[in-house]
């Protein structure tokens, strides 16, 4: 039910304001243990799920969210995704039946997790998911990891901040 | 310089130096296995001619690279290290060395052939890797981290704009496979003027907000048409080729036929002991790499196993190789723009209808989408992804305002691209089932 727990999450903002959000926000939760796993990799940005793009083009597809272009300096476009009024019928009908409630159930405990990442700079969202990725048992080591991938220095303020986020979703698994 | 030369369909003769070391390489057993993979799988099942080989299709790429680089050398010298140009022959040549029989339809049960491939290259004891250790011992390490998905721990990424050459939304893989598809298929949507578009390629730095510049593979803006035919050959090609109902169908029972053999070889050992050597390594889930086995996996291997499972006991096994060799069986339906939790209650339905007839649904009914496709029409790439030509086509003009850098589907004389390169995905979900069954199933999903 991963197309479910995806538009689910989406449906409980007004907006997600780019797919790297998206990617970085749900590649966090699922450090947390949220249901919805994906396949992730280490790509340009950072984590990147192949699959969890594939998902984000069916609802797309599917009318269940609606993608907006926004055009970005050097010719680089920005999606911002919204659930559709369809898509929201979609959901609902869903949850009315008895694989809808439990699979809602299994969601339910992440889904305030995901907005408050919803509200979080784009840059330390970034990369606290790219220290989630690199963290295997020292942090420190993670964070130097990150340091040297994002070409930052290991004492960046927001490089900080992004540690302790991933601490918070890493700690609770 | 004496040339062993190859007769091919799509280029007439493809030469190779008799002395070098990639003919050597050609003639790997594990290259040379590719003779009996079919490119396109089970495509023969709706196009009869497409029967042609993954060998013939690599040797074609490599023929492409060749020209490739021979044309980026003479502008660009200064862009390739000692040991680029060798690591991108050997990776196109060897990009397809890990697929499985019948291409794409094992891969769902057996992973990812680019995995496997790059396992075979990294093994010492395969042939490939002796022969790229006699040229240099870093070799066959550059090659494979150009083939895999992500460079391998400590290894540095190849440049973007190499990887663009191996594996991107334009390059030399597709440049060939194309229009090989179509020529052997008979489907004649795979016709691009390649040549100009290998003659007039270019490499420029791109400065990236809040990143290092980066090396592009551009195209001029004088190339625009010759890429517009490609976007709408590859369009095409999809459409009638790749995502074939007919085609998706047989290779989704194939799949199933192999899942079925495989749940049976870890349940019975008598069933295990009965198969051939090399499907057995196959169906062994657990198993890692063998390489002799793999290399004697072929698509003939995989059709003579299927032949004997006909009259095997098991009634699901013999009934799905019977329904598959006699091309039979199947009926499939279409339903557009769903997502799966749309229609759980529908396909919950029609598993609960199989059950009742004594079929499980677990072979006798699959859904198929596009998602799961290899071959996918070109989409430019969003901000989430790697804004190089990897994931787009760019094209530069000097005479272009701004950076001088357009994605391809920007440039204001190509608006007829944008009906096939909108952002909205080709929504669709198809579902297969018995065919003698299609009148009430069809009811079920409606």
């Not at chain 1, 969210?65 to 926004?70: G, K, L, V, W, Y």
């Not at chain 2, 040379?32 to 993954?54: D, E, I, K, M, W």
Request: glycine content about 4%; charged content about 25%; proline content about 5%.
């Amino acid at each position: 039910m991963k197309d479910y727990w995806l538009a689910k999450l989406i449906s409980s903002v007004q907006e997600v304001d780019s797919r790297k959000r998206l990617q970085k926000s749900v590649y966090l939760l699922q450090a947390a243990g949220c249901p919805l796993q994906c396949d992730y990799l280490l790509h340009y940005y950072g984590p990147y799920s192949f699959e969890l793009a594939g998902l984000i083009d069916q609802l797309h597809a599917a009318d269940i969210i609606d993608e907006t272009p926004d055009q970005l300096a050097a010719g680089v476009v920005r999606f911002r995704s919204a659930t559709t009024e369809k898509g929201a019928r979609a959901l609902n009908a869903f949850e009315q039946t008895e694989r809808g409630q439990q699979t809602q159930a299994q969601i339910a405990p992440f889904i305030d997790r995901f907005k408050k990442l919803n509200q979080e700079d784009a840059w330390v969202l970034e990369l606290a998911a790219t220290v989630a990725f690199y963290h295997d048992d020292d942090w420190q080591v993670a964070r130097a990891q990150t340091a040297t991938f994002k070409k930052i220095n290991e004492d960046d303020l927001n490089l900080s901040k992004a540690v302790g986020l991933a601490k918070a979703f890493l700690s609770t698994r | 310089m004496p040339e062993k030369l190859f007769r091919d369909p799509l280029y007439d003769y493809i030469a190779i130096d008799k002395n070098s070391w990639l003919l050597g390489l050609i003639n790997c057993p594990e290259v040379q296995r590719l003779r009996y993979v079919s490119q396109l799988g089970l495509s023969q099942f709706t196009y009869p001619g497409a029967t042609h080989s993954r060998f013939s299709h690599s040797l074609g790429a490599l023929h492409l690279m060749q020209q490739c680089l021979e044309y980026l050398e003479k502008d660009h010298k200064d862009y390739f290290r000692n040991g680029d140009k060798e690591a991108l022959l050997a990776a196109i040549l060897l990009h397809d060395i890990g697929h499985g029989p019948f291409s794409h339809a094992s891969e769902s049960v057996r992973g990812e052939h680019e995995d496997r491939g790059v396992q075979i290259i990294a093994s010492p004891q395969s042939d490939v890797n002796q022969k790229l250790c006699s040229v240099d011992g870093g070799l066959p390490s550059k090659v494979a981290t150009l083939l895999a998905k992500e460079p391998p721990k400590g290894a540095a990424p190849p440049p973007p704009w190499q990887k663009s050459l191996i594996s991107s939304q334009l390059d030399m893989d597709r440049l060939d496979y194309l229009r090989r598809d179509s020529l052997c298929s008979g489907a004649e949507y795979g016709s691009f003027d390649w040549f100009r578009i290998i003659h007039t390629m270019q490499l420029k730095e791109r400065a990236i907000p809040d990143r290092q510049p980066q090396t592009l593979l551009v195209w001029p803006d004088k190339s625009k048409f010759a890429l517009e035919e490609y976007i709408f050959s590859r369009f095409y090609m999809y459409q009638s080729v790749y995502f074939h109902h007919t085609t998706r169908g047989f290779e989704g029972l194939l799949q199933r036929i192999l899942e079925r053999a495989r749940d049976l070889a870890r349940a019975k050992k008598s069933f295990a002991r009965r198969l051939l050597a090399p499907v057995k390594t196959f169906c062994e889930s657990t198993a890692s790499t063998h390489l002799e086995e793999f290399r004697n996996l072929t698509d003939s291997v995989v059709l003579a196993q299927v032949t004997i499972w006909q009259s095997e006991e098991d009634k699901v096994l013999s009934d799905l190789s019977r329904r598959l060799l006699a091309r039979r069986g199947l009926a499939w339906q279409e339903i557009e723009q769903k997502t799966a939790f749309e229609v759980v209650d529908k396909v919950s339905s029609v598993r609960d209808y199989l059950h009742g007839q004594e079929l499980d649904p677990k072979y006798y009914f699959f859904e198929d989408n596009a998602k799961a496709i290899a071959y996918k029409p070109y989409r430019p790439a969003s901000e989430v992804e790697d804004q190089s030509s990897v994931n787009s086509i760019i094209l530069h003009d000097p005479s272009w305002e701004g950076t001088r850098f357009k994605e391809i589907s920007d440039i204001p004389d190509l608006q007829r691209l944008k009906t096939i390169t909108t952002d909205k995905p080709s929504p669709v979900m198809r579902y297969y089932f018995p065919k003698e069954h299609e009148t009430q199933i069809r009811r079920l999903l409606s």
